[in-house]
């Protein structure tokens, strides 16, 4: 059982940043892809970035590439998310996510990923 707990989160103004955590325990980290997600009221939860075991390979969603980074330290078991230039659409609640099996992969799909934090709110206001 991998557990999964994020923190960073708070309020920010706009064009601000902001960095996430997400501390792992329980599992083997080295070996897992990353990922984080957000949902906002009323929305789906959407893909933000993802990174595979070595961090040799990252991804990201269209609306952050340029603002956020994704990054990982294994001898510390966390993940990180650099968020840049943050804009009041950035507000969400933001999600930590491993996956088993598929460290060598980027993994960009809510289904694909089989452990999940409790999430973190973010707010960013204009």
């Known amino acids: 059982q991998v557990q999964l707990v994020e923190s960073g989160g708070g309020l920010v103004q706009a064009g601000g940043s902001l960095r996430l955590s997400c501390a792992a325990s329980g599992g083997t980290f080295n070996s897992y892809a990353m990922g984080w997600f957000r949902q906002a009221p009323g929305k789906e939860r959407e893909f933000v970035a993802s990174i595979n075991r070595s961090s040799s390979s990252t991804y990201y969603a269209d609306f952050v590439k340029g603002r956020f980074t994704i990054s990982r330290d294994n001898a510390k078991n966390t993940v990180y998310l650099q968020m840049n230039s943050m804009k009041p659409e950035d507000t969400a609640v933001y999600y930590c996510?491993?996956?088993?099996?598929?460290?060598?992969?980027?993994?960009?799909?809510?289904?694909?990923?089989?452990?999940w934090g409790q999430g973190t709110q973010v707010t960013v206001s204009s």
């Open positions: 996510a491993s996956a088993i099996g598929r460290g060598w992969a980027v993994v960009t799909t809510v289904p694909q990923y089989d452990y």
